[in-house]
């Protein structure tokens, strides 16, 4: 950090939340023989500050500190937390999906949950029921 970015800066926290003059920061910072020989000397080291988002700057054109943001406080849970703070129970498992198998012309509904063997007899007796009516 230069020297001319000390001064401003230390400048401006005398006034700690208000907006200053770059004119006012220029005649007061430094020794009134810089002002009287470079009068603009503050506004470049202002408008870097800006950029790097250190000072902030109004509609007037007068620059201050940037405020901080307070953070909000974080509030601990209790450790017994009440019964609508605690884990919900997991939801009950979804019901079986119907699978249909046209076998001629009849349909045939199977469940997910039927073991293999079901499966394979209830097609059994669709194909048995179709070649005795053909």
Sequence with gaps: ???????????????AGEFVSPLDIARRAASPRRYQTQPGW???????FEQESVVEKDLKGRYRIKQKRAKP????????APPELKV???AAPEP?????????PSVVE????????AIVESLA????SIKKAA
């Design 42 to 48: 503050a506004r470049a080291v202002l408008q870097q």
């Design 96 to 104: 079986a999906k119907s699978h249909y198998y046209y076998l001629g």
């Design 1 to 15: 950090m230069s020297n001319d970015e000390k001064l401003v800066l230390k400048y401006l926290e005398q006034f």
């Design 73 to 80: 406080a974080r509030t601990e849970r209790p450790k017994d």
């Design 110 to 117: 199977v469940d997910d949950d039927q073991p293999f063997a």
């Design 88 to 90: 919900l129970e997991p």
């Design 125 to 128: 007796v669709v194909s048995d």
